[in-house]
């Protein structure tokens, strides 16, 4: 049992253990609101990349429970046994893509980008530990509602999401996909849409689906002339043009909400004026609305 349960980041319970399922070492960061359990128990965000973004998350959902008609949720950051931002980022390369070839990672822009080749493509791998480690972990020392159950990531996190939405729909309740890295692998995610359509048109789907992306995310981010940048002008443009971050994420959006139907619904915001780095605070805002907020 964790020492401590708070509903503040900064005394958050920290649990280090290691997935039965893919061999993976994590460290869960867990937040609890105060006070006892509604009767159906909390419901529970599961946050990619708790490394990177549990602050934010934690701080923005406890803001916002303060309105009565927003749900105060234990949120749940799935990260890393380290304290380096760089190490997590390179961990989470293997947790979150799907297999790829390495022919795709060395062609075009991916071959120029700065930084060592990290190893690709144990996505089902995660989020498998999610649902036969992580969770049964969680309902062990906290009383959750088990059909309240959100998934938030960002950029391959956001792939992550939208894999999950497709392909492990059952999973969660509300799925949350800011700034998806659509991109990647020539799109493979995408191969899942039509059967995921297929099965929300028969009424077979029951989630909520919220994609964000932000608006500058498909424009060249401008470089400085005095402070020196890990890549050339050239290959920023290529990057951006090939990952069409902006234009992927609407156009799925669109595509799904032609295909909703009772129980399945989506939603699509594009934050005006961020770019990838900027957004992900105003995306875990808009995401914990999306999912806690309750109108009746």
């Known amino acids: 049992?964790?020492?401590?349960?708070t509903e503040m980041a900064l005394n958050a319970a920290i649990i280090d253990f290691t997935a039965k399922t893919n061999g993976r070492p994590y460290r869960l960061f867990i937040s609890s609101p105060s006070g006892p359990a509604p009767d159906s128990g909390w419901p529970v965000i599961y946050l990619i990349d708790g490394n990177l973004h549990f602050g934010i998350t934690v701080d923005t959902a406890r803001i916002q429970a303060r309105w009565p008609d927003v749900l105060d949720p234990v949120i749940v950051g799935i990260g890393y046994q380290t304290d380096s931002v760089s190490e997590a980022?390179?961990?989470r390369e293997w947790d979150l893509t799907t297999p790829t070839t390495e022919a795709y990672i060395n062609s075009d822009w991916l071959a120029?980008?700065?930084g060592e080749v990290g190893d690709f493509g144990g996505l089902d791998g995660y989020l498998d530990a999610i649902d036969a480690d992580i969770k049964p972990l969680i309902a062990a020392h906290y009383d959750i509602d088990q059909n309240d159950q959100t998934l938030i990531g960002h950029s391959l996190g956001g792939l992550t999401a939208l894999h999950a939405l497709f392909r492990w729909t059952s999973s969660f309740q509300h799925f949350v996909a800011i700034s998806?890295?659509?991109w990647w692998d020539e799109r493979a995610v995408l191969e899942h849409e039509a059967a995921f359509v297929a099965r929300a048109a028969a009424g077979d789907v029951r989630?909520?689906?919220?994609?964000s992306v932000?608006?500058?995310e498909s424009s060249p981010r401008p470089m400085s002339k005095h402070v020196p940048f890990p890549m050339t002008e050239d290959d920023m443009l290529a990057m951006t043009r090939g990952c069409r971050m902006v234009e992927n994420a609407?156009?799925?959006g669109e595509r799904l909400a032609r295909?909703?139907?009772p129980g399945f619904e989506v939603k699509v915001v594009v934050h005006a004026d961020d770019d990838h780095n900027m957004v992900p605070p105003a995306g875990i805002a808009r995401g914990i609305f999306f999912s806690m907020r309750r109108s009746s």
């Open 112 to 114: 120029r980008m700065p």
């Open 259 to 261: 295909a909703a139907k």
């Open 180 to 182: 998806p890295s659509i």
């Open 250 to 252: 609407v156009e799925l």
């Open 89 to 91: 980022l390179k961990l």
């Open 207 to 211: 989630a909520r689906a919220l994609i």
């Open 214 to 216: 932000g608006g500058e």
């Open 1 to 5: 049992m964790p020492e401590k349960t």
